[in-house]
């Protein structure tokens, strides 16, 4: 199921059959999952100035979809791709429509689910972390938490491995809730995250948090008067800055025999060499 918008999607594999669809329309919705043997939820809101921005894909679309699920009838296994943020739900909006979203799926009458909470996914089309790896890349380590923070990372093709993985065996893993990521024992600091994207090459620097307070104040009122929806506010600060962020795959390993096979450093490489690749003459 895609966006109305955005079909056809040139980046999903020939063979897969895309229905274009909006997460509000529970009609065609129960049409469609009433022949579905699995459902694998990853819509997301990841930019807004509030909880109601939040809601259209993280609390609603969850919602849509569960509803549709009850109405078919259908006892398909259902996969919930929600983020690390739900398990801090009072830091911020997003992290609030996070937890909401799963907890619609806790107290539903489906039993047939699974939770995964992915930390920061990066690779091949991020839009979020890339001008922070880009930067870092540069030469330029510009970081907001602590400098000993530590932090769980993923590459997105890990968590697609994750997810095929689940697909092989769902029944294992019903009514969990998996925090995973890419194997690095306590996660990186800020230190390990700049020797991984740039081989040591680079300069550390912390930017002061009452100027990043008022960038995120000045950029939520900004929002509001020129109508995009932001990225940075007070809310994505406080994520920012927490102590740590880190997830434990063991779970989730034993359950399904998945495991992590790219680190920090070999995304990175995987990533810029994508990137850098010149077309052929």
């Known amino acids: 199921m895609v966006r109305p918008q955005k079909h056809p999607d040139g980046r999903i594999p020939q063979g897969c059959e895309q229905i274009p669809v909006e997460l509000s329309d529970v009609d065609k919705l129960t049409g469609i999952i009433a022949d579905s043997d699995i459902v694998i939820y990853c819509a997301g809101s990841v930019r807004g100035r509030n909880l109601e921005d939040f809601s259209v894909a993280n609390i609603k679309g969850v919602k849509t979809v569960l509803n549709a699920l009850e109405r078919s009838g259908n006892t398909a296994f259902m996969l919930l791709v929600s983020s690390l943020a ?35 996914v990066y690779g091949p089309g991020d839009r979020e972390m890339m001008p922070i790896l880009k930067m870092i890349r540069r030469g330029l380590l510009a970081y907001a938490g602590p400098q000993h923070q530590r932090l769980s990372l993923l590459y997105v093709h890990d968590l697609v491995n994750a997810i095929s993985s689940w697909l092989s065996v769902p029944q294992k893993c019903l009514k969990e809730t998996y925090s995973i990521d890419d194997g690095t024992p306590g996660g990186y600091d ?23 307070e008022s960038g995120a104040r000045i950029n939520l009122i900004l929002s509001g008067m020129l109508g995009y929806s932001p990225m940075f506010t007070p809310g994505k600060l406080q994520e920012l800055t927490q102590p740590e962020w880190l997830c434990d795959n063991r779970l989730f390993s034993a359950a399904t025999g998945w495991k992590p096979t790219v680190n920090l450093h070999q995304g990175a490489l995987q990533l810029f060499k994508t990137r850098e690749r010149k077309p052929p003459v």
Do not use: C, H
């Open 86 to 120: 739900a398990s801090r739900p009072d830091l911020s909006d997003y992290a609030r429509s996070k937890f909401e979203g799963e907890q619609l799926l806790r107290q539903s009458s489906l039993s047939q689910w699974t939770i995964l909470r992915p930390p920061a």
């Open 190 to 212: 800020w230190k390990a995250i700049g020797e991984a994207v740039n081989n040591g090459k680079f300069r550390m620097l912390k930017l002061p948090r009452v100027l990043l």
